[in-house]
């Protein structure tokens, strides 16, 4: 499995990004996907997640904010970020949980300056 995230870099507050994460090594279709960050000096948290069927749940922060969306037929699930805050300042990964094991991708840097 091999998860390859893409899109982050540095924007102003207010800023948009579109991070992408390709998928490989699992049936993409099946696969339940998500969106985590991990900011400076903080755990690891969940930003978004999508169901195999397309459900999406995400962290209140991030509500009217942020969308999750996939491409089956690309193997590649999104994150469209708008109105982006410097506490959204964090390394953001892709992961999936396939075949009873967790998959995380190398993460994508998101900087967002005031």
């Known amino acids: 499995v091999h998860l390859v995230e893409s899109g982050g870099g540095l924007v102003q507050a207010g800023g948009s990004l579109r991070l992408s994460c390709a998928a490989s090594?699992?049936?993409?279709?099946?696969?339940?996907m998500g969106w985590y960050r991990q900011g400076p000096g903080k755990q690891r948290d969940m930003v978004a997640t999508?169901?195999?069927?397309?459900?999406?749940n995400y962290v209140d922060s991030g509500k009217g904010r942020f969308t999750i969306s996939r491409d089956n037929a690309k193997s590649t699930v999104y994150l469209q970020m708008n109105s982006l805050k410097p506490e959204d300042t964090a390394v953001y990964y892709c992961?999936?949980?396939?075949?009873?094991?967790?998959?995380w991708g190398q993460g994508t840097q998101v900087t967002v300056s005031s």
């Open positions: 999508i169901t195999d069927s397309g459900t999406t």
């Open positions: 992961s999936t949980n396939w075949a009873l094991r967790t998959y």
């Open positions: 090594g699992i049936i993409f279709r099946n696969a339940a």
